[in-house]
């Protein structure tokens, strides 16, 4: 069980356009879900937080308008990146935390993207 | 605010010779604690979790790490690694929520044949 998945794992797309990446917890409801980011040969990065139906929080640093956040159901939360940009290629990581579990976050496999 | 602190940024051993991953937390709070591992160009994989109860937690693949309190602590250790362990490997800390999750900068396992 607990099980996050990640659509697509890996995007190519050109400088300027947008992109959609969506995060889904597959046997559980998430109260809440987390999106990373990493560098290549560095450590995990949390860019916001969303609750389902509410804005998301953005950390320090972070473009609310470019990555765009919607937890719009229990199950499923996209980022948006928008205008993108090749600095904005990175590997993206989400992580949903279960309304009856124990305080522990469930990590998807990531989603590669490239902006070229 | 939690934090954790990998002092080891690589570390290269021969295989079948034992290793120990060092992860050193800091909080005011109760705390859960993770080791995650990741092979190049993949997502994170829960090696093993210390959420309450024995302070020895053991994953199927032969790592085991301690939770030591009174010296903020959750190494991780392997009797005899094998080529496959070759990955980096990231420890992160919680507070019980689950809502404050922090990971260590991550240290680069590579077992030498």
């Known amino acids: 069980g607990a099980v996050v998945s990640q659509h697509p794992s890996r995007v190519i797309c050109k400088s300027g356009t947008s992109v959609k990446i969506e995060c889904r917890s597959l046997?559980?409801?998430?109260?809440?879900m987390f999106w990373y980011r990493q560098f290549p040969k560095q450590s995990l990065m949390l860019m916001a937080t969303?609750?389902?139906?509410?804005?998301?929080?953005?950390e320090q640093g972070v473009e609310k308008d470019k990555f765009l956040i919607n937890h719009a159901s229990l199950t499923l939360s996209t980022l948006t990146v928008t205008s993108a940009h090749p600095e904005d290629s990175s590997f993206y990581i989400c992580?949903?935390?279960?309304?009856?579990?124990?305080?522990?976050?469930?990590f998807g496999p990531g989603t590669r993207l490239t902006v070229t | 605010a939690q934090s954790v602190t990998q002092l080891d940024s690589q570390v290269p051993v021969f295989e079948e010779a034992p290793v120990e991953l060092r992860c050193n937390y800091s909080s005011s709070v109760s705390v859960y604690l993770f080791w995650y591992v990741q092979y190049p160009n993949q997502g994170l994989q829960l090696l093993l979790k210390?959420?309450?109860?024995?302070?020895l937690v053991e994953s199927i693949n032969g790592f085991e790490a301690e939770f030591n309190k009174s010296q903020t602590s959750f190494h991780l250790r392997k009797p005899s690694v094998h080529i496959s362990d070759t990955a980096e490997y990231f420890c992160?800390?919680?507070?019980?929520?689950?809502?404050?999750?922090?990971f260590g900068t991550g240290t680069s396992l590579t077992v030498i044949p």
């Open positions: 969303s609750n389902e139906g509410s804005k998301a929080t953005y």
């Open positions: 046997d559980f409801q998430a109260t809440t």
């Open positions: 992580s949903a935390l279960s309304i009856a579990g124990a305080g522990e976050q469930y």
């Open positions: 210390y959420l309450s109860g024995s302070t």
């Open positions: 992160a800390v919680s507070d019980v929520s689950g809502n404050q999750f922090y």
